[in-house]
């Protein structure tokens, strides 16, 4: 993998005001301010969802008028109130009138109002309003974080309508040298990878991966990150050959092709398997338990395959501790892999246990 570096987001404000607040306002801007933040807004809902009640108390009266209506949306949603769009209408005329207007939460509000229709069912005004929002925040906020989730959700909508390519197509307008979030970029490469997948380009499936693998650790969301990874790894198993270009030099050299043109075979040198693996590996959570553990499902799989059960000390005592797993996937996973025939029927009587809670 190449060297990285951390981006900031808002969460890292929080974790700042937690280990040195709390602090007065003029502190608390100063820290904003190197962190290169503009407004509170997005500050001040990541401290509603990781319950900074102190800092929201400080910070929303610095809100504008447009702002605070937004906050309010969003700390009803968090609530779970669904019944948001007359206050989603109010919002934006608060954002549309002059004395307290806000182009870029226009936008952000009509995509809310996109997401709500959806939701009720009304697909026509839904897609209406995603790709008014998608257009203006376009023009006043390219590549800011309201554009990110206006590219998103309009993907997401597409994706739900079984508009597989029409979202191919909006990940595609997130460029991974446009300037878009690495998480954004994340994402928009995950759904990518699934859906090139889907009809058969592997390559450009395996590099999509990849690159989602390498944002989602530059934007330090783990989880993606090791989801991103065991794709590529699924995608690259049978697909590897010694003396293979590296991928990292296959994802530069990448470039569109015409219809006539063939479509890059893929081809994956075992160095970057193995590194993709190990990071994996060292970043895989040492909890077992849970009952829906797909990060753990897919890299004892993967190392089955690549015969590395043995050189992975957590493989090897979940293989031994049947009852640290709950998860009954996982569960048949391991019976089956199992080689150990007392460990085999210790597994045996924990899947019938698991199928029996699930009942």
Not at 137 to 148: C, I, N, Q, T
Request: glycine letters at 6%; one cysteine or more; a negative charge.
């Amino acid at each position: 993998m190449s060297d990285i570096t951390v981006s900031q987001a808002p969460g890292h404000y929080i974790s700042k005001w937690r280990k040195q607040g709390p602090v007065d306002l003029e502190t608390a801007t100063i820290w904003r301010n190197d962190m290169g933040f503009d407004n509170w807004l997005n500050i001040a809902e990541a401290a509603l969802f990781l319950d900074a009640a102190e800092l929201i108390e400080l910070i929303t009266p610095q809100l504008t008028p447009a702002q605070e209506a937004t906050f309010a949306l969003v700390r009803r949603r968090m609530l779970g109130d669904t019944h948001l769009l007359q206050s989603i209408e109010e919002a934006i005329t608060i954002c549309q009138t002059a004395e307290t207007r806000d182009l870029v939460l226009e936008g952000r509000l009509r995509m809310e109002k996109g997401l709500v229709c959806f939701e009720m069912g009304d697909v026509e005004t839904a897609k209406d309003d995603l790709d008014w929002a998608e257009v203006r925040l376009k023009s006043v906020a390219k590549a800011g974080r309201e554009h990110d989730l206006s590219l998103l959700n309009k993907a997401a909508f597409h994706m739900a309508l079984g508009q597989n390519l029409m979202a191919l197509q909006v990940y595609g307008d997130i460029s991974r040298s446009g300037g878009h979030a690495h998480e954004t970029i994340a994402i928009s490469r995950l759904g990518a990878s699934r859906i090139k997948a889907s009809i058969g380009q592997m390559f450009d499936a395996a590099r999509h991966a990849w690159n989602a693998h390498e944002h989602a650790i530059i934007a330090q969301q783990i989880g993606m990150a090791l989801e991103a990874g065991s794709l590529f790894l699924e995608l690259s198993l049978a697909n590897q050959k010694e003396g293979a270009e590296r991928m990292a030099i296959q994802v530069d050299n990448a470039k569109p092709i015409d219809l006539d043109e063939e479509a890059p075979v893929l081809e994956v040198n075992p160095l970057d398997i193995e590194g993709v693996f190990n990071w994996c590996i060292d970043n895989l959570p040492e909890e077992t338990l849970g009952e829906d553990r797909p990060d753990i499902r897919a890299l004892i799989s993967i190392a089955v395959k690549l015969d590395k059960i043995p050189d992975v000390e957590l493989f090897s005592k979940i293989l031994d501790e049947p009852k640290s797993v709950e998860d009954p996937i996982l569960a048949a996973i391991c019976h089956a892999i199992c080689l150990d025939e007392n460990n085999k029927n210790k597994w045996s009587s924990r899947l019938a246990e698991l199928t029996l809670l699930a009942e």
